[in-house]
């Protein structure tokens, strides 16, 4: 069974601060990688996705960054923090391929608030 | 780009009464799915449905493409159904969900 995994649960970062989350997908290979951000009280936003290792496509940009180093890990960082980054992140994978294929599975979330 | 628009925006309910969530979208769809959010904000994939009728459990999912709608219904609710729940076009790329802002359904014993 595949499982998904985001780190950290939560954070509270200072502005100007840099951040980085994780999310680590595992029991699929090659699957679509996805980064969601969620505003208190607003709709989930698409920031990036990813189809492969290396290659990144940016939605929403958010002064945010995401990179997936490899085939079962995608990384979302900022080198400076603004306030409102502040929000509920989401990683997300779906199969890419087959029936279903674009079925989202996601992960738990980090809430980040940013003072 | 795709607009979304849930209905009703919120709920209440007695446990054990019915209801009906709906979805419209304003352009053409890859899929439809719906998804529930946890009051911690994990989400759930409850439906996969890019057309017709699906059922799971209690839940059924009907999305109707040309009319540009889908639907949700709860039968016989429960107080752990309480949450809001979320619809998501998806883009005919495959490659992106527009969600909606959601229904946020509260279910009382």
């Known amino acids: 069974a595949q499982t998904i995994h985001q780190w950290p649960v939560a954070e509270i970062k200072a502005v100007g601060s840099p951040l980085s989350l994780g999310c680590t997908i595992k029991g699929k290979s090659s699957p679509n990688l996805y980064w969601y951000w969620q505003a208190t009280g607003g709709t989930l936003q698409q920031l990036f996705y990813s189809i492969t290792v290396g290659q990144v496509e940016s939605v929403v940009q958010l002064n945010l960054s995401a990179s997936r180093p490899k085939d079962d890990q995608f990384i979302l960082s900022t080198e400076k923090l603004l306030l409102s980054h502040s929000g509920f992140y989401l990683c997300?994978?779906?199969?890419?391929?087959?029936?279903?294929?674009?079925?989202?599975?996601f992960g738990s979330g980090t809430r980040l608030t940013v003072l | 780009g795709q607009q979304v628009q849930q209905s009703p925006a919120s709920l209440v309910l007695q446990e054990g009464e019915n209801a009906e969530l709906q979805c419209n979208f304003s352009t053409s769809l890859n899929s439809m799915q719906w998804f529930y959010q946890r009051p911690g904000g994990s989400l759930v994939s409850l439906f996969y449905n890019p057309s017709g009728t699906k059922h799971s459990g209690r839940l059924t999912s009907t999305t109707v493409i040309k009319e540009r709608r889908s639907s949700l219904h709860i039968s016989s609710s429960q107080t752990t159904d309480s949450g809001t729940y979320l619809c998501?076009?998806?883009?005919?790329?495959?490659?992106?969900?527009?969600f909606g802002i959601g229904t946020r359904v509260l279910v009382r014993p």
């Open positions: 998501a076009p998806t883009n005919s790329a495959g490659n992106k969900l527009t």
């Open positions: 997300a994978w779906s199969p890419g391929q087959g029936a279903g294929a674009e079925t989202l599975y």
